[in-house]
């Protein structure tokens, strides 16, 4: 059976460090939007504190779910009615989604050395578009775009810089 921590009537992993616990909490009872980087915790896994740059369901405002049991959630927009449980005791940074204001950062958290490159050959899309720009993570391919600007907005978004490759 798994083991939590109990605040305020909601649960979070008993692995979840007390610090992020507290701002989650408080940013669920405030309403905060928040951007949430999951990644390495467990020292068994991988990298300690490595960023897995995840994009989908790390944005939003903390909920709760209903039950016996309630986990903090991913919810998307003040509208939203639910989302996906936050994998809590796995959060390796903690930002404001408004503006980016750093409210926790694991110890160890890095996320690579990220670089964006003009692809040598474009990609051609299916719906007519063109990747045209790559951004890499140590050198492996990370995500491709059309053009530089939306390749920065993905960066920005994560809260990442990145150097331009020249060719």
Not at 35 to 45: P, W
Not at 69 to 87: A, D, E, M, Q, Y
Request: glycine share 10%.
């Amino acid at each position: 059976m798994k083991n939590f921590k109990v605040v305020n009537g909601t649960f979070f992993d008993e692995r979840t460090p007390d610090e992020v616990v507290a701002i989650l909490e408080h940013a669920r009872l405030n309403r905060t939007r928040l951007h949430v980087s999951l990644g390495e915790t467990d020292n068994d896994r991988g990298q300690l504190g490595l960023d897995w740059l995840e994009e989908s369901f790390v944005t939003g405002y903390i909920g709760r779910s209903t039950g016996s049991v309630k986990i903090p959630l991913v919810v998307p927009n003040r509208n939203s009615t639910g989302g996906p449980g936050l994998l809590d005791h796995c959060v390796v940074r903690i930002r404001r989604a408004a503006g980016g204001q750093l409210l926790w950062i694991h110890p160890q958290y890095h996320h690579g050395t990220i670089t964006l490159a003009r692809k040598p050959i474009p990609v051609d899309l299916p719906d007519g578009r063109q990747l045209t720009v790559t951004v890499f993570r140590d050198g492996q391919e990370q995500a491709a775009f059309e053009n530089m600007d939306k390749a920065r907005r993905y960066l920005r978004k994560l809260g990442l810089k990145a150097e331009v490759e020249r060719a």
